[in-house]
Antibody, heavy 123, light 106 residues
Framework: QVTLKESGPGILQPSHTLSLTCSFSGFSLSTYGMGVSWIRQPSGKGLEWLASIWWNGNTYNNPSLKSRLTVSKDTSNNQAFLKVTSVDTADTATYYC???????????????WGQGVMVTVSS | EIVLTQSPTTMAASPGEKVTLTCLASSSVNYMYWYQQKSSASPKLLIYYTSSLASGVPDRFSGSGSGTSYSLTISSMEAEDAAIYYCLQLTSTPPTFGAGTKLELK
């Protein structure tokens, strides 16, 4: 059974760095085809993909956030991390991590999602 | 990036009614994915690879389409289906979601 849970600071000030942790069980980020993706959702609005990290260490970021995103993993402890630098009020959102499955010939998709963690950027 | 346009934006359906939601892509995609989100819960995968039913999803849900036009169908509306439905494309980076269709119970 795959489960994921996000954790983060709750509130932080503009210009600071947001650090989020995704703790998961039911799969290993060292297994072929496994990945973790980060997606966010401002309150009452739609979903935005942020970044993905794969079993082989490859990472992909949303170009719209330029170089503000860093995604990493700790395979031994079943955790993935997201850092967002220079946050402002537009980064206020619920942040989700999602188990990402890759199937050769078909591509990948997000199947299991965490419950989300709300992050507020405010001075 | 590929833009996904969902229609309608909002709709209401009566119990037992057939519901069809549409997602149009600005460029051709290989597959479409559909998610259901209720209240403040996290999105739940309904359909992957355009027409494959995710584990545990009732078979009244189905997906179809190709190229730039895709749809999600609920064969017989139930009260628990009231939610927001999002389509997602993963053919092109970055992955993009539609703005969602809010489905209400009439």
């Amino acid at each position: 059974q795959v489960t994921l849970k996000e954790s983060g600071p709750g509130i932080l000030q503009p210009s600071h760095t947001l650090s989020l942790t995704c703790s998961f069980s039911g799969f290993s980020l060292s297994t072929y085809g496994m990945g973790v993706s980060w997606i966010r959702q401002p309150s009452g609005k739609g979903l935005e993909w942020l970044a993905s990290i794969w079993w082989n260490g490859n990472t992909y970021n949303n170009p719209s956030l330029k170089s503000r995103l860093t995604v990493s993993k700790d395979t031994s402890n079943n955790q993935a991390f997201l850092k967002v630098t220079s946050v402002d009020t537009a980064d206020t959102a619920t942040y989700y991590c999602a188990h990402t499955r890759y199937n050769s010939g078909y591509g990948y998709y997000f199947d299991y999602w965490g419950q989300g963690v709300m992050v507020t950027v405010s001075s | 990036e590929i833009v996904l346009t969902q229609s309608p934006t909002t709709m209401a359906a009566s119990p037992g009614e057939k519901v069809t939601l549409t997602c149009l892509a600005s460029s051709s995609v290989n597959y479409m994915y559909w998610y259901q989100q209720k209240s403040s819960a996290s999105p739940k995968l309904l359909i992957y690879y355009t027409s494959s039913l995710a584990s545990g999803v009732p078979d009244r849900f189905s997906g179809s389409g190709s190229g730039t036009s895709y749809s999600l169908t609920i064969s017989s509306m139930e009260a628990e289906d009231a939610a927001i439905y999002y389509c997602l494309q993963l053919t092109s980076t970055p992955p993009t979601f539609g703005a969602g269709t809010k489905l209400e119970l009439k």
